[in-house]
């Protein structure tokens, strides 16, 4: 079942005809996100599910040869987009979420990233930190921070106390409202209402920080 602000949000998408969509387009349909991964003459145009193997590939062509062999989806909410991965930061600084999994913060790492229509932007580890980043590889522009890795452990987060922080942590809920299609959120919604979130812990040296800066704003 799909969470009621997933549910919300999705009714903001506009609704399109798959078939008209170009290779690379992020939409979602029957409870999954979906990308498209052909769109070739003669209606050969597939979909396969983000992030996930051929095995769930679809035809979005009715009566094409994809069609015979695949499951058919016509309609779809698509997803939006970044012109530019400028467009992760705010203010020519770099934005900051902190999840509770290190899944679903890489996840929304990757999303953010498949969003973008000009490339370039690529996640990677920050450094030493309990994080990940979207970065050109000379600057970040949107970092994501976790609490518990994909062992289990709590991770250690006293650096976001320190002073002055060159951007603003938020919880994983102020950020893009997509971010509630991906596997795992309303699990770990769940978590947090049975689980109060522990506060950041205690205050590290700016050392410890990475220190972010932006290029000028593209044009």
């Given at each position: 079942?799909v969470?009621p602000a997933?549910?919300r949000?999705?009714?903001?998408?506009?609704?399109?005809d798959?078939?008209r969509?170009?290779?690379?387009t992020?939409?979602?349909?029957?409870g999954?996100?979906?990308q498209?991964?052909?769109?070739s003459?003669g209606g050969?145009?597939?979909?396969?599910?983000?992030?996930k193997s051929?095995?769930?590939?679809?035809a979005?062509v009715?009566?094409?040869f994809?069609?015979r062999?695949?499951p058919?989806v016509?309609r779809g909410?698509?997803?939006?987009?970044?012109?530019?991965?400028?467009d992760?930061?705010h203010d020519?600084?770099?934005?900051?979420?902190?999840?509770?999994?290190?899944?679903?913060?890489l996840?929304?790492a990757?999303l953010?990233?498949a969003?973008i229509?000009?490339p370039?932007a690529?996640?990677r580890n920050?450094?030493q930190?309990p994080a990940?980043?979207?970065?050109?590889g000379?600057?970040v522009?949107?970092?994501?921070?976790y609490?518990?890795s994909v062992?289990g452990?709590?991770?250690d987060?006293?650096?976001l106390q320190?002073?002055?922080l060159?951007?603003r942590?938020?919880?994983?809920?102020e950020g893009?409202?997509?971010?509630c299609l991906?596997?795992?959120?309303?699990?770990t919604?769940?978590?947090?209402?049975?689980?109060?979130?522990?506060?950041?812990g205690a205050?590290?040296d700016?050392?410890t920080l990475?220190?972010l800066?932006l290029p000028?704003r593209?044009?």
């Amino acid at each position: 079942m799909v969470d009621p602000a997933a549910l919300r949000y999705l009714e903001s998408l506009p609704e399109v005809d798959t078939a008209r969509l170009p290779v690379g387009t992020l939409f979602w349909a029957e409870g999954r996100v979906y990308q498209v991964i052909e769109a070739s003459a003669g209606g050969y145009h597939k979909a396969r599910e983000w992030r996930k193997s051929e095995s769930t590939d679809v035809a979005l062509v009715p009566g094409s040869f994809p069609s015979r062999y695949l499951p058919l989806v016509r309609r779809g909410r698509m997803l939006p987009v970044y012109r530019s991965r400028l467009d992760l930061a705010h203010d020519d600084r770099a934005t900051c979420f902190i999840f509770p999994t290190e899944a679903l913060a890489l996840d929304a790492a990757y999303l953010d990233v498949a969003l973008i229509i000009s490339p370039g932007a690529y996640v990677r580890n920050q450094g030493q930190e309990p994080a990940f980043a979207a970065t050109d590889g000379a600057h970040v522009f949107r970092l994501y921070y976790y609490r518990q890795s994909v062992n289990g452990r709590q991770t250690d987060l006293s650096a976001l106390q320190a002073r002055p922080l060159p951007f603003r942590p938020q919880p994983h809920t102020e950020g893009p409202g997509y971010w509630c299609l991906l596997p795992g959120w309303k699990e770990t919604l769940s978590q947090q209402r049975t689980q109060p979130m522990r506060a950041v812990g205690a205050t590290a040296d700016d050392d410890t920080l990475p220190h972010l800066t932006l290029p000028p704003r593209e044009r």
